[in-house]
DNA sequence: GTCTATACACAGATAGAC
DNA sequence: GTCTATCTGTGTATAGAC
């Protein structure tokens, strides 16, 4: 009967899915949520048994749909610079594309107190992890294949954060610094580093 | 008079402040915050007009603390290398040792629909990130300043955030990434990159 | 399966005594 | 300058009608 509900409680994640997503666990209330769904609050309660649940399954779902994509297109045996490559511009893409995604992710790096995220963080975050983790192992003769994995996070999640946040730090305009941009100076660098050989 | 407070206000951020980097703003009520500092709310709205108030001061005054102990590493006049070299020791070691101010700082890029921040963003984080924007001038030739720029912050704030907080993302035990580990890391990888010349 | 109504704890904030 | 006491709104969550 509901208006717009389609199923339950895939409908009700994709739809509360942005609020936490922009606001964070603490951020939004399930008065809030209910209305973004188009229901009482009382109706989420019925399909899930706390705000926690629905956070933690809301978050689970992109992590494991995120994971599983990176790991399509890494799966050919393609030799470690194209695999760096591809990897770093899809995702360059995957973060800009999907605020959600991304947003999400840092939340739940700030997520310590709470233990709520403590497994999730291992079961999806981790996957996705040991997958960039692989790439820094064929470098594994200049590099700890653990900080160069975490490297690689860094500079990328950092470069979707300022080109998409409100974060105007740059002085020049620098308006059309999309993926394609961004992929390219990050793979530059990791590649060539800073000095003129 | 009160038992060990003291001054007032100075003292007050200080025992504050911890608890807004761990929780965030919406993870901290006042009542948290009072307990903390010894007093009741109430002798808290007396320094203070609002929580939103106590949080910027609090979150203002870090961020001018570290922006001005890098601006003080960094007015020598160095060769672009080393000044690059010094900054990322300086800035890994400021962020292991106080996560206060990286936890702040992550606060801080989430902090979008609130426009508290927005001015306090733009007065202190981007006088650091104006510093560091400088360093990133000396390679013009090879990469976008800007660019260049958030590349050095991704790489050692994500380290930085990997190291220190409950991510156990390594299956092999790294006990000893301290700040200098990470330092030499990340040096190493921007200057050299990753092909092997 | 979703509603109305509501319980009850806790939020930010203030008044006025001391 | 800090307290007690309290106002008022909002938080999560539930009971029971439909």
Chains 1, 2 share one sequence.
Do not use: C
């Not at 229901?39 to 989420?44: D, G």
């Not at 019925?46 to 933690?56: A, P, R, V």
């Not at 963080?121 to 590099?143: C, P």
């Not at 080109?163 to 394609?180: C, F, H, R, W």
């Amino acid at each position: 009967m509901s208006k717009n509900l389609k199923k339950g409680r895939p409908d009700i994640l994709d739809r509360v899915t942005p609020l936490f997503a922009r606001l964070g666990y603490n951020g939004v209330s399930m008065r809030d949520l209910a209305s973004a769904v188009g229901v009482t609050p009382a109706a989420l309660y019925y399909h899930f048994k706390s705000k926690d649940e629905l956070y933690t399954q809301a978050i689970s779902r992109v992590f494991e749909q995120k994971t599983s994509a990176a790991k399509a297109i890494m799966n050919d045996e393609q030799e470690p610079g194209e695999k760096l490559q591809i990897f770093i511009a899809w995702f360059v893409r995957a973060l800009n594309k999907d605020k959600d995604f991304r947003k999400l992710l840092q939340w739940a790096m700030l997520d310590t107190d709470s233990k709520r995220l403590k497994k999730l963080t291992k079961n999806t975050f981790q996957d996705l992890f040991g997958t960039i983790k692989n790439i820094g192992e064929s470098f594994r003769q200049q590099y700890d294949p653990h900080l160069l994995a975490v490297s690689i996070i860094g500079l990328v999640l950092y470069h979707a954060e300022s080109s998409v946040t409100q974060q105007k730090l740059s002085s020049e305009k620098l308006g059309q610094d999309n993926a394609e941009t961004i992929a390219r100076h990050i793979t530059a660098l990791l590649e060539n580093g800073l000095l003129t050989h």
